[in-house]
């Protein structure tokens, strides 16, 4: 079945279950990469914001066998647990003295990406692209972000430079930096703190067990984080040696000392077939080999 009728079927399941009083959207949003999410937002009389419900991975579990109403039943089970209880008030948005504080920057690939930096306000970065947005925090909806575009940009009447001067503050100190082994990150993943142990920048890269993964504490949009000042030269202190930079994805890279016995080669075949078949087609970085020149301080493309 194609996503467009998928679509409207569900959403006149969903009109039919909540009946009136309801106002039923469907939506395309575009996300990096150029990927296209088909989503449902579902408001209630006098709401103006809602969470958008992405019906792609239902339309997979629709063609896997599971049942039509069952899947119906599973929305709306997503929607009840995420819907806010009340309006939320947008207007301080209009104000850039009231945002200016949580203006924060991430990197996306610029290949791939081209309809989307026609319309962000955007400062290139070798084949990547420093994007912004805005750190959203409040009661009702918890935390969030909010690209800001162009008409954002004209509506504030600052400059991209001015947004990339507030965002290398605000980033680092809201979403502070954390270097991982990659035995502490598959711990994290299956939920267990065992191992893991504080950061201590002036250590650097652990000799014995040199492959870190950079991100934030987050592990969202952790990729920027090769681009916080000091970051990356403290981290090749302790390895007394250049590092080649792994962009595993958006959310994190990692980071390998230069000991002279690896293979670019190698490295940039590994990141692409990692990229191809292990990574969110929207979540990818790069497909490029990046290396940190400790002498130079300097981010480069290898290959």
């Not at 469907?26 to 019906?55: D, M």
């Not at 850039?96 to 290139?124: K, S, T």
């Not at 293979?263 to 077939?273: A, D, F, V, Y």
């Amino acid at each position: 079945m194609e996503i467009s009728e998928f679509s409207q079927k569900i959403c006149n399941a969903v009109k039919e279950e909540l009946g009136e009083g309801y106002r039923i959207e469907l939506k395309e949003v575009r996300k990096n990469n150029g990927v296209i999410l088909h989503g449902l937002v579902i408001l209630f009389r006098s709401q103006n914001v809602a969470p958008t419900i992405y019906l792609d991975t239902f339309l997979e579990a629709y063609e896997s066998g599971t049942a039509f109403a069952v899947v119906v039943r599973r929305l709306l089970a997503v929607y009840r647990k995420g819907v806010p209880r009340d309006s939320v008030d947008m207007d301080f948005f209009r104000s850039f003295d009231r945002v200016r504080d949580r203006i924060c920057y991430r990197l996306i690939g610029r290949r791939g990406n081209e309809a989307l930096l026609e319309d962000v306000p955007h400062i290139e970065f070798l084949d990547l692209a420093i994007c912004f947005y805005y750190a959203y925090q409040g009661k009702t909806l918890g935390e969030g972000t909010i690209l800001v575009h162009n008409s954002h940009m004209k509506m504030w009447e600052t400059t991209t430079s001015e947004l990339y001067t507030l965002a290398r503050n605000n980033t680092p100190e809201l979403f502070p930096w954390v270097s991982s082994s990659l035995e502490e990150v598959l711990g994290e993943m299956a939920g267990s703190t065992e191992g893991s142990l504080p950061e201590d920048p002036e250590r650097g890269l652990d000799r014995e067990f040199p492959m870190r993964v950079l991100s934030n504490a987050k592990r969202l949009h952790g990729a920027v984080c090769m681009l916080y000042p000091g970051v990356l030269e403290k981290l090749a202190r302790g390895a007394k040696r250049g590092l080649y930079i792994l962009p595993s994805s958006i959310h994190e890279v990692i980071l390998l000392p230069d000991t002279g016995l690896g293979s670019p080669q190698e490295l940039k075949r590994m990141i692409h077939e990692v990229n191809s078949t292990q990574v969110a087609p929207e979540e990818v970085l790069s497909n490029s080999l990046y290396y940190y020149d400790s002498l130079q301080k300097r981010i480069r493309i290898i290959f």
